[in-house]
């Protein structure tokens, strides 16, 4: 459980299959981009099928950060790219749009 000022926010974790988590996602998103911005989706080979996470704390994540790549790239491109090492899952959406330095 991970305490947040005077709330509590409980994370509640399940064995998912997250390349089917992020592949719901990535179809999510496919029709909101915006023509002429290429999508892609790099999922490393060595990820396990099953991973112990928050599924719907993961999803609202990642689409927040989908959401904020789709609305600042005007050009370019929006990857999504999935790694595992040491038993961590890194997740990163990589963009070409205006960010911060």
Known sequence: ??????????IHNSAVDIRQVIHNV????????????????????EIPKLIS??????????????????????????AINIQYDNGCLYTRVIDTGMGIE
């Open 26 to 45: 990535y179809d999510m998103f496919k029709y909101k981009i915006t023509k002429g911005i290429a999508f892609l989706l790099d999922i490393a080979n």
């Open 53 to 78: 996470i928050d599924e719907k704390r993961y999803i609202q994540i990642v689409f927040n950060l989908l959401s904020n790549a789709c609305k600042f790239t005007l050009k370019g491109s929006i």
């Open 1 to 10: 459980m991970v305490k947040l000022s005077n709330k509590k926010l409980v």
